[in-house]
């Protein structure tokens, strides 16, 4: 089994600045794509930015510029820097991994348990 743990989420002012972490554990063979998504209220989970295991990132037109995602492939881990943060901004994050498991020739989706940003204006 592969476990998440997202942490960095909170409270912040609008053009604020937070880091969410997400560290992956358990029994890993090797991690592909990892993502951050995004749930606001009353709206359906979305997909915010990826990268790919050799560091190709793709964001969406809501938070280019403003977001960057980061992965340590050798501490299993990947963060999100959320810079010039706005209300709109607001739900919470949730990680994904892309987890390829060589043994059993899968690939399987693991989602962390979300993590809680609040930005107030």
């Known amino acids: 089994q592969v476990q998440l743990v997202e942490s960095g989420g909170g409270l912040v002012q609008a053009g604020g600045s937070l880091r969410l972490s997400c560290v992956v554990s358990?029994?890993?063979?090797?991690?592909?794509?990892m993502a951050w998504y995004r749930q606001a209220p009353g709206k359906q989970r979305e997909l915010i930015a990826d990268?790919?295991?050799?560091?190709?990132?793709t964001y969406a037109d809501s938070v280019k510029g403003r977001f960057t995602i980061s992965r340590d492939n050798a501490k299993n881990t990947v963060h999100l820097q959320m810079n010039s943060l706005k209300t709109e901004d607001t739900g919470v994050y949730y990680c994904r991994v892309d987890h390829w498991d060589g043994v059993a020739g899968t690939s399987t989706d693991y989602w962390g348990q979300g993590t809680q940003v609040t930005v107030s204006s």
């Open positions: 358990g029994s890993i063979f090797s991690i592909n794509a």
């Open positions: 990268v790919t295991r050799g560091g190709t990132t």
